[in-house]
């Protein structure tokens, strides 16, 4: 079974700046496509960012000119450099992972909190 912790989330003020990491642990065979996705107070979840096994990044358009994905495959790891936090960031982020070719993410993380004040 294969298990994915987020840390790096936390109060942030606005402006500022946060590093999510998410790590896959457990009887890894492959993993393919990981992202991340946000779900904000009283807001359905949504898709932050992804990026391929090689390395291909696709980002929400809200969030690209502020976050940037990347992953270390070495460590099994992706992460998410978030800039210029506002309060609208403020919410909880999940990582997930596709073991499949693709984004068909069948694997969760139980997800971080970020709050942005102002």
């Known amino acids: 079974q294969v298990h994915l912790v987020e840390s790096g989330g936390g109060l942030v003020q606005a402006g500022g700046s946060l590093r999510l990491s998410c790590a896959a642990s457990?009887?890894?065979?492959?993993?393919?496509?990981m992202g991340w996705y946000r779900q904000a107070p009283g807001k359905q979840r949504e898709l932050v960012a992804k990026?391929?096994?090689?390395?291909?990044?696709e980002y929400a358009a809200s969030f690209e000119d502020r976050f940037t994905i990347s992953r270390d495959n070495a460590k099994d790891t992706v992460y998410l450099q978030m800039t210029s936090l506002t309060p609208e960031d403020t919410g909880v982020y999940y990582c997930?992972?596709?073991?499949?070719?693709?984004?068909?993410?069948?694997?969760w993380g139980q997800g971080i909190q970020v709050t942005v004040s102002s």
């Open positions: 997930g992972m596709s073991t499949s070719p693709g984004y068909r993410f069948d694997v």
């Open positions: 457990g009887e890894i065979f492959r993993i393919d496509g």
């Open positions: 990026i391929s096994g090689g390395g291909l990044t």
